[in-house]
């Protein structure tokens, strides 16, 4: 019996040897400055489980970062600061008794003989690890690995991805600013890892950084073959050897990205992406052409004459807008104005971020489309997300003013579900809400902008149609958001067409077929905000998603 314990331990040891380490990503979060309130790491230590703190950063001076993690595996374990500075490790037991400290030479995987580490034998249970610079004089940015053993964890998930064909996609950027997930460099230096983002409008002032800590060099491809190439950058007070390119007008396609390390850096690093937000939207599919202005400005303001939609040589709109309001939190409408990110993947799409005050973000997606039987739809999506920890009462409006045929005076009506609007040279739209709404309404112009742009908290009156002027119409949707939950609504219009909306239709080829029921069936359960295949919008893939496609399928074919 006891040959066979030894032999099962030689075995166990053999596996764990064998054994993927896993690493948790952990963002550092301030304040950790204190060794009585230290940043909890929820993350267990394991045999075949560690973690890395990344992003992370001594700043300002005299910042010092207290983790509080726990072993769950008695054994060794390393602990190791990558940094191009001078660190100091300490470690503390539970109780804040200081165990084991380290100044230089403790991280053997990277080049700078500055950074510190430990390994050491743990027992079970709560630690304490304490990152600070010499003297309390300097800044830096830095990564603390945990993990168990000597041999460093040196697995990137991401991998293949030094080459084109197999580039990290970071999706549509036409403005504002985008930071990449953390990305990963082998130890030793001569990995490459390329990304790629793609915009299908012109960008200006193109920007792209390394936030790091190890010594980088990008190059950047732009869509027209041009080649820019950076090593050493000023931009980071906190890394003088980070890379930074920039382009004054990046042209319309996709860019390619490539990260790679100096010497034998090895390491932790993100790539920052920003450029100057655009002042206006244009969207273009045939002969149909829809523009947005007047994207960002103070709150309260009233973007008049900011929407274009043109068709057939005559524009049919006038004013399009979303405004919000929190219960218990605002007193009035608003319009959208801190926009923080816009991204145009196709000629015809684009979606705009929206980083509200009050813990609200909110985005919104546009899409048009020539139908093939003469007609055009545009259809707007908003998502609105939570991120206060309490649950809110929100109010979503969806405003429009449509001169549809270029006449200012139209005749609305309800038909089949839809309103109606009939205009000059026998121009016609229908305009369909695809989510139940709470209120509705229809007036003469400038009743129900006046409501949503006046001092005072609106809700809609609910009118009857039909209607003959100069009309004006907005649909609202009350929603309980819980925290760090979302919602999203669209509305749908078509433009000299009658063809319904064809939710089912994911893979947006203008008929519902076998493509779009496989589509749905291969998502099924993914959750997620704008995925094509959550044709409901309720965010998960799901029967309610499957029974759309089904109720459609073979329509427009």
């Known amino acids: 019996m006891r040959f066979v314990s030894i032999l099962a331990g030689v075995l166990s040891v053999w596996l764990m040897a064998g054994a993927q380490i896993q690493m948790t990503t952990v963002q550092e979060q301030e304040p950790n400055n204190s060794l009585d309130a230290p940043q909890v790491i929820a993350t267990p230590l394991t045999p075949s489980q560690g973690v890395v703190i990344v992003p992370a950063s001594i700043y300002p001076v ?63 249970g709560e630690y304490i690890a304490e990152v600070r610079y010499l003297f309390w004089q300097g800044v830096c940015r830095y990564a603390l690995r945990l993990f168990p053993g000597e041999q460093a964890p040196d697995d990137d998930p991401t991998e293949p991805n030094d080459d084109a064909a197999h580039a990290i996609p970071l999706g549509a950027f036409t403005g504002g600013e985008i930071v990449s997930e953390p990305g990963f460099s082998h130890y030793g230096g001569g990995d490459v890892d390329v990304y790629s983002f793609k915009s299908a409008a012109s960008i200006t002032g193109l920007r792209i950084r390394t936030e790091t800590y190890m010594d980088t060099v990008l190059r950047v491809i732009s869509p027209d073959g041009t ?51 655009p002042t206006e939207i244009t969207l273009q599919d045939g002969n149909a052409v829809f523009r947005l202005r007047n994207l960002t400005g103070a709150r309260d303001r009233s973007p008049a004459n900011n929407a274009d939609w043109l068709f057939a040589s005559v524009d049919h709109f006038f004013q399009l807008g979303w405004w919000y309001r929190i219960e218990g939190i605002h007193t009035r409408e608003y319009t959208p104005s801190t926009l923080n ?199 998960l893939v799901d029967d309610g998603d499957l029974l759309i496609v089904l109720f459609q399928f073979g329509t427009g074919c």
């Open 341 to 539: 990110l816009v991204g145009q993947d196709h000629p015809n799409r684009v979606f705009l971020l929206y980083q509200e005050p009050d813990g609200l973000w909110l985005i919104f997606q546009y899409e048009l489309r020539m139908l093939t039987d003469g007609g055009c739809t545009l259809e707007c999506t908003a998502f609105a997300y939570n991120l206060r920890s309490n649950s809110v009462a929100l109010h979503l409006f969806h405003y429009f003013d449509m001169d549809v045929g270029g006449a200012v005076a139209n005749h609305a009506e309800w038909r089949d579900g839809r309103i109606g609007i009939w205009g000059a040279g026998g121009h016609y739209t229908y305009i369909t809400p695809l989510v139940p709404f709470t209120h509705w309404e229809i007036t003469p112009y400038p009743q129900t902008i006046a409501r949503l742009t006046d001092s005072m908290p609106s809700n809609l009156i609910d009118g009857t149609l039909p209607f003959d002027g100069d009309l004006t119409g907005a649909f609202q949707w009350r929603i309980v958001l819980s925290s760090t939950r979302g919602f999203a609504t669209r509305v749908h219009y078509a433009l000299d067409t009658s063809s319904p909306p064809l939710q089912g239709d994911v893979n947006r080829d203008g008929c519902v077929d076998d493509s779009d029921l496989l589509a749905v069936l291969f998502a099924f359960g993914q959750t997620g905000a704008f995925l094509p295949e959550d044709v409901n919008l309720d965010a």
């Open 227 to 277: 080649v820019y190439e950076n090593d050493d950058s000023s931009w980071d007070i906190l890394n003088t050897t980070a890379s930074e390119v920039y382009i004054p007008l990046g042209p319309m396609g996709t860019y390619l990205i490539e990260v790679r390390t100096y010497g034998t850096w090895g390491g932790y690093y993100r790539l920052r992406i920003n450029a100057e937000l």
């Open 62 to 124: 005299n910042d010092r970062d207290y983790y509080r993690f726990q072993v769950s595996v008695s054994g060794t374990y390393s602990l190791r600061v990558d940094t191009n500075r001078d660190t100091i490790l300490n470690l503390y037991d539970s109780a804040g008794v200081l165990i084991a400290s380290n100044d230089n030479g403790g991280n053997p995987d990277v080049p700078n003989l500055m950074a510190s580490g430990l390994t050491l034998n743990l027992s079970a």
